[in-house]
């Protein structure tokens, strides 16, 4: 598994707990996408695997790591959803407590590692509490997860709860260049387009990601030239809508940006003239059209089998309207 270097301080803090003997028995890390989450939870788990660490660090050679490096330490659980399905019942839980009561195969410690504890549902995450209230001895959770609000508080209150800070902007985007070898202007915006997450701003680097959206924007330029945004359909009408959307509404906000004179913190830095041409709408419409955008892309993000191609026409169409001088606009921006 990769390692990325901005995660040596949270796991230099949290092993010095561990070895301290202060470590939580269920740590929740939380993190935005592309921190590299999943990495440091291994890492984590790879030391408290080890027979014989060396500080901080797992040695590497004893039978825990040779196990752990072969993916079969029978003490060592990854509790992801089954195949096809996007949620964590409550039979894949019982599973796991079941053998964490059972005696450890090496004698050692037993570790869980819930890659995202926002999948359990909610019969599963109460079969979860029960274990985390009176946690079997040297057994130890290691949890993840995006958006924490969606956890049950009693779940919540049961763990350590770490955040995972993003690191420096400036050495973030050193080091984006370095891994990435674009210029660094186009390091820069997308670093700030992933709120900061250098490894998600490596994959909107990658050439289908950024062919996409240089698509996207050249699209958007000529609706905006011609006031059709109807047809930028075929352009947001894919699998990645959520990310276009998130793209455009990112532009909105730069435009707002501008006419408030805060330009030196877009997040387009590469799309100027684009943010500019946005710029020179109203804001009241370029905030219609923004909180429109945000309400779409939960929507296509949240609803299963929702119609995709008929909403997006239908927002399309509303917002061409919205650019037409005296336009009516929702009344929330009134």
Same mark, same amino acid.
């Given at each position: 598994?990769?390692? $990325?270097?901005?995660?040596?301080?949270?796991?230099?803090?949290?092993?010095?707990?561990?070895?301290?003997?202060?470590?939580?028995?269920?740590?929740?890390?939380?993190?935005?996408?592309? *921190?590299?989450?999943?990495?440091?939870?291994?890492?984590?788990?790879?030391?408290?695997?080890?027979?014989?660490?060396?500080?901080?660090?797992?040695?590497?050679?004893?039978?825990? @790591?040779?196990? *752990?490096?072969?993916?079969?330490?029978?003490?060592?659980?990854?509790?992801?959803?089954?195949?096809?399905?996007?949620?964590?019942?409550?039979?894949?839980?019982?599973?796991?407590?079941?053998?964490?009561?059972?005696?450890?195969?090496?004698?050692?410690?037993?570790?869980?590692?819930?890659?995202?504890?926002?999948?359990?549902?909610?019969?599963?995450?109460?079969?979860?509490?029960?274990? =985390?209230?009176?946690?079997?001895?040297?057994?130890?959770? #290691? *949890?993840?997860?995006?958006?924490?609000?969606? =956890? =049950?508080?009693?779940?919540?209150?049961?763990?350590?709860?770490? %955040?995972?800070?993003?690191?420096?902007?400036?050495?973030?985007?050193?080091? #984006?260049?370095?891994?990435?070898?674009?210029?660094?202007?186009? @390091?820069?915006?997308?670093?700030? =387009?992933?709120?900061?997450?250098?490894?998600?701003?490596?994959?909107?680097?990658? %050439?289908?990601?950024?062919?996409?959206?240089?698509?996207?924007?050249?699209?958007?330029?000529?609706? #905006?030239?011609?006031?059709?945004? $109807?047809?930028?359909?075929?352009?947001?009408?894919?699998?990645?809508?959520?990310?276009?959307?998130?793209?455009?509404?990112?532009?909105?906000?730069?435009?707002?940006?501008?006419?408030?004179?805060?330009?030196?913190? !877009? *997040?387009?830095?590469?799309?100027?003239?684009?943010?500019?041409?946005?710029?020179? $709408? %109203?804001?009241?419409?370029?905030?219609?059209?923004?909180?429109?955008?945000?309400?779409?892309?939960?929507?296509?993000?949240?609803?299963?089998?929702?119609?995709?191609?008929?909403?997006?026409?239908?927002?399309?169409?509303?917002?061409?309207? $919205?650019?037409?001088?005296?336009?009516?606009?929702?009344? !929330?921006?009134?």
């Amino acid at each position: 598994m990769k390692w $990325y270097p901005w995660l040596r301080p949270a796991f230099e803090k949290l092993s010095g707990q561990y070895q301290a003997g202060h470590g939580h028995p269920a740590l929740l890390i939380h993190a935005i996408p592309g *921190m590299g989450e999943d990495a440091l939870c291994y890492a984590l788990a790879r030391l408290k695997m080890c027979q014989s660490p060396q500080g901080n660090k797992s040695c590497g050679h004893c039978r825990g @790591c040779q196990l *752990m490096q072969a993916g079969t330490h029978p003490d060592y659980t990854v509790v992801v959803p089954e195949k096809g399905k996007q949620n964590l019942g409550i039979d894949a839980i019982r599973v796991v407590t079941e053998k964490l009561y059972t005696r450890s195969s090496l004698g050692g410690a037993k570790v869980v590692w819930i890659k995202d504890v926002t999948q359990l549902t909610e019969s599963a995450a109460n079969a979860l509490l029960k274990t =985390l209230e009176e946690p079997p001895e040297n057994t130890w959770f #290691l *949890m993840a997860c995006h958006e924490p609000d969606k =956890l =049950l508080p009693t779940l919540r209150s049961r763990c350590f709860y770490f %955040p995972l800070g993003i690191p420096d902007e400036s050495w973030a985007q050193a080091w #984006l260049q370095r891994e990435s070898g674009a210029d660094s202007v186009q @390091c820069l915006a997308a670093l700030r =387009l992933s709120c900061g997450a250098p490894a998600a701003a490596v994959s909107l680097l990658q %050439p289908d990601s950024a062919a996409l959206r240089s698509k996207f924007c050249e699209q958007l330029a000529r609706a #905006l030239t011609h006031q059709e945004f $109807y047809s930028l359909l075929p352009v947001i009408n894919q699998e990645r809508a959520g990310e276009i959307l998130w793209w455009f509404s990112t532009l909105l906000i730069d435009a707002l940006k501008l006419q408030q004179q805060a330009g030196q913190s !877009i *997040m387009n830095v590469d799309k100027v003239p684009l943010a500019e041409q946005l710029a020179g $709408y %109203p804001g009241m419409v370029l905030q219609a059209i923004c909180t429109a955008v945000f309400q779409l892309r939960g929507q296509l993000l949240s609803v299963p089998g929702i119609n995709r191609e008929l909403l997006l026409a239908e927002q399309l169409l509303a917002w061409e309207h $919205y650019l037409q001088p005296g336009a009516s606009l929702p009344p !929330i921006h009134l």
